[in-house]
Structure formats: C-alpha cells, structure tokens
C-alpha cells in the first residue's frame, strides 16, 4: 500500500496453454485483458488503449 491505494501483483502464465499459441501471442492476450479490465491504470495510454483494443493475432 502507498498514499492509501492498494496494489496487487497478477501473474499469469503465458505458455503452456496452446502450444499452437505463440507466447508472443499470449502476452497481447493478457496486456489486452488488462486494459480493458482497468483502463484507469491505463490513462495515460489512452491513444495505445484503443489501438491494441482493434488488435487482432493472425493464426
């Protein structure tokens, strides 16, 4: 905790799952996941936000 707000540390996994997935792949998927979970940690990305929110990974 830091000035009164609360930090949490997330990890996820990013191999593993598929490994028809490219863990290059896998890490879009989760920065994705994370912006539009808690776009005010985001805010200053707002412009990258709405970019990578159109992004779609080629199969």
Do not use: T
């Not at 799952?17 to 920065?31: F, K, L, T, Y």
Request: proline share 7%; net charge positive; aromatic share 14%.
């Amino acid at each position: 905790e830091k000035n009164g707000i609360k930090y949490r540390l997330s990890i996820n996994p990013i191999s593993g799952e598929d490994p028809e997935v490219p863990v290059s792949a896998r890490a879009w998927e989760i920065v994705q996941e994370y912006i539009n979970k808690y776009p005010e940690q985001w805010y200053k990305w707002h412009v990258v936000g709405r970019e990578l929110a159109r992004y779609k990974l080629k199969k």
